[in-house]
């Protein structure tokens, strides 16, 4: 009887294998279907690229501020969409050197009095994922917000730059 007891077991495990094995096969429709979701976001991805004329290949990264070499000086640039905020006055132009980056408003409005006492026309902006940026000054063109970035540096010696990796991030509009 154990002997009978043990072939029936050892059948049943097979068999249970077996259906395991067969079950969990993957088909050309799920492949297709997953495939075709990957190249819906990389078009989007492309998209997003070349709208913002940055060149597509993921051989950069997006996510932080780039290094640009303006006049022997050397900036950081990061693209992204942001808007005053209510409280503030000035003039949002086309190149904005932030000098901080909070995840609160009254952080932000804090650093922005602060320089505004020291003589400067800051101002605060928020970008779609309710980033807070002070925003020392705000040029038309890079080369204005470069030569405003290494005058800051020069000035506030010891200034610390909160959020931003120990240096002035020149936020570029897209």
Do not use: W
Not at 51 to 76: A, K, W
Not at 115 to 144: H, Q, W
Not at 146 to 160: M, S
Request: charged share 20%; with cysteine; net charge positive.
């Amino acid at each position: 009887m154990e002997m009978k007891m043990k072939k029936s077991l050892i059948l049943l495990s097979v068999a249970i294998a077996m259906t395991g094995m067969v079950g969990c096969k993957p088909t050309e429709k799920n492949y297709q279907a997953a495939y075709d979701v990957a190249k819906k976001k990389r078009q989007a991805s492309d998209a997003l690229d070349a709208e913002l004329g940055i060149p597509s290949g993921g051989l950069i990264n997006t996510d932080g501020p780039m290094l640009h070499v303006v006049h022997g000086d050397s900036v950081y640039v990061k693209v992204d969409r942001v808007r005053m905020l209510e409280s503030s006055s000035g003039k949002l132009q086309q190149y904005n050197v932030a000098v901080g980056s909070y995840k609160m408003n009254t952080n932000c409005v804090a650093q922005v009095e602060d320089l505004c006492s020291k003589g400067y026309s800051a101002f605060g902006v928020m970008n779609a994922d309710r980033v807070y940026y002070v925003i020392a000054g705000s040029f038309p063109t890079l080369e204005e917000a470069a030569a405003f970035d290494t005058l800051f540096q020069r000035k506030e010696r010891g200034q610390v730059y909160p959020g931003l990796n120990g240096k002035p991030v020149i936020i570029m509009r897209p």
